[in-house]
């Protein structure tokens, strides 16, 4: 470990990225039933927040609506964030869209978080919605400028906005916003529109690196990003290492009909590659591996994605990095709350 790391900087928020995949023979309303349950779970055993991502027509991923996810899990908790990466923006209506996040923000106060995509490389979802495509990219854009000046209606816009254009209700506070985007123009955007950005699970930190500078070189305000990794403790590390490989193949397989066609997926890597862009091994490998990641880099917000199926297990996993993982860390040894309203 780096002793020199200056021992007042905090850890970053520490969340949960939630992939609502069914286990293995798990029927639908038992499936909901648990994952909000976990949710719970999490909340009481410190986790600081819970993220679930937007997919359609996917069996593995049964969150077509993330929004209404959100919903069902703040009434089952009081104080973990719960958020979005990301919400796929391109056609939809804009003032509904603010709506809905205004009246989240009304039901978990300070709760909320919002990431905003173009799209991944699923084919079904471009077919239906035209969703990852380059004008995906324009069209969130221009979405998501006009659901941020609904939520956010200047003094000046009073003057020509009919009286029934307001949100009711209006938002509650302030909602941390993010993109998940690679792409420097539109990363130059969201730092002008105060919003900060996201990089995914299978994504190296490269990227991450790259993002944080094309974003910071147009912002005005103080960084705020998620970065995702996958996770997995075993007392072990040679069995972490073959968990987290099998579990990116079967990933892979079940992920591959869907892709477009030339999608390089994230096992079109080496080995050493493939686990570069995880937390894997003994809970000293693992506090290893996030010192480093830390120590090169400002990360406000890390989320985890425990590679396993079973709740119970993802569960255990989130357990294991709080008490064997995070102590380990240079000072503070504990993650530090970030405001939930900032």
Request: proline share 8%; net charge neutral; aromatic share 6%.
């Amino acid at each position: 470990m780096n002793a020199n790391r200056a021992q007042a900087a905090a850890l970053p928020q520490i969340g949960m990225m939630l992939h609502m995949q069914p286990a293995p023979g798990e029927g639908l309303p038992a499936f909901f039933s648990r994952r909000a349950a976990l949710v719970a779970a999490l909340e009481q055993t410190g986790v600081q927040a819970v993220w679930v991502t937007e997919h359609h027509f996917d069996p593995i991923s049964l969150s077509a609506s993330p929004l209404l996810l959100l919903a069902h899990w703040a009434a089952r908790t009081g104080q973990i964030q719960l958020g979005v990466a990301a919400v796929l923006a391109a056609g939809r209506s804009p003032a509904l869209l603010a709506e809905e996040i205004a009246l989240l923000s009304q039901l978990a106060p300070g709760r909320i978080a919002l990431g905003f995509a173009k799209g991944g490389p699923f084919e079904a979802q471009k077919r239906a919605f035209g969703w990852g495509s380059e004008q995906a990219r324009t069209d969130m854009r221009t979405v998501v400028d006009a659901v941020l000046d609904l939520l956010h209606p200047q003094p000046t816009a009073a003057l020509t906005a009919t009286p029934d254009a307001a949100l009711q209700p209006p938002l509650h506070g302030s909602v941390p916003m993010f993109v998940a985007s690679r792409d420097p123009d539109t990363l130059a955007w969201a730092a002008r529109r105060g919003l900060g950005w996201m990089s995914a699970q299978f994504w190296p930190l490269d990227t991450y690196d790259a993002q944080a500078v094309n974003w910071g070189a147009a912002a005005s305000q103080p960084s705020d990003a998620l970065l995702v990794r996958g996770l997995w403790i075993d007392d072990d590390a040679a069995p972490a290492r073959r968990h987290a490989l099998a579990w990116l193949a079967d990933f892979r397989r079940s992920k591959q009909a869907q892709w477009k066609v030339g999608f390089r997926g994230p096992l079109d890597l080496d080995e050493s590659e493939s686990l570069s862009r995880m937390i894997v091994g003994t809970p000293q490998d693992c506090a290893a591996q996030l010192e480093a990641l830390l120590r090169q880099r400002q990360v406000p917000r890390l989320a985890f994605n425990p590679m396993h199926a079973h709740p119970e297990t993802q569960l255990a996993q989130m357990q294991r990095l709080l008490h064997e993982v995070l102590p380990l860390l240079p000072q503070p040894a504990a993650p530090a709350r970030l405001a939930q309203s900032a």
